[in-house]
């Protein structure tokens, strides 16, 4: 029963890693991290991302242009750049570690010491990719709200929303968690089953006669009439 929910659990944790690391890296390179409509052309709409900004017009030509210098961006564009891409490294790292430790997987089988070691490994660093990439999407996101609602700013000036990467990378970071989690978890429970007893050895008892004695001897068995 163990051995079935340690399988499980490796195979979902496993899942949800693979998963989250794949919505990482589209969060990390697509041009939606805000959206802006303008008033005065709704035919229009502008797109920010990490590395670029995108108009999109109602005809659907979309027309990109990457950011300028890389100092020049404000502080959490800079910072979220270098943690994403922190995360997806570690998102590799994490699932290339952890496969050799799963259960199913035939390296290491002689060594579960080591692919213990492996599983732990690999969720640590998935659970590292995970935070990675919540942080800056909560960052951008709160300054996003902020600017949206600043009084300072007079209301006929186009405002930030969120972008549909903001709601992916929340996914992401949340499916690489909880997969270095189960991952992690399932390798303890290993560490912590004990091995079985193995059965004593019992000599069988020594043949004994019909009142308790030996058997006789087979040369007074001779004897007898």
Not at 130 to 153: E, I
Not at 160 to 189: D, I, M, Q, V, Y
């Amino acid at each position: 029963m163990a051995g079935s929910w340690r399988a499980k659990a490796q195979a979902g944790g496993m899942l949800l890693a693979l998963l989250g690391w794949v919505s990482s890296c589209v969060t990390t390179f697509v041009p939606l991290w805000k959206n802006l409509n303008l008033e005065l052309n709704e035919m229009e709409v502008w797109n920010m991302g990490l590395w670029q900004v995108c108009i999109t017009q109602e005809e659907g030509a979309v027309e990109c242009q990457a950011h300028g210098s890389f100092l020049a961006l404000p502080p959490e564009l800079r910072v979220s750049r270098l943690l994403m891409c922190l995360s997806n490294g570690l998102g590799l790292l994490g699932c290339v570690l952890a496969a050799p430790g799963l259960e199913g997987w035939r390296a290491c089988e002689d060594r579960p010491g080591r692919k213990r070691q492996l599983l732990l490994a690999g969720g640590a660093a998935l659970g590292t990719a995970g935070m990675a990439t919540l942080v800056p999407v909560s960052w951008v996101a709160y300054n996003t709200v902020l600017d949206f609602w600043d009084d300072t700013v007079p209301d006929i000036v186009p405002r930030w929303e969120f972008g549909e990467a903001t709601f992916l990378g929340w996914f992401a970071g949340a499916f690489l968690a909880a997969g270095g989690l189960l991952l992690a978890c399932s390798a303890r429970s290993t560490t912590r089953t004990a091995t079985p007893p193995a059965p004593s050895c019992h000599q069988p008892p020594a043949a004994r006669g019909p009142a308790g004695g030996h058997h006789p001897h087979p040369k007074n068995a001779d004897l007898v009439i």
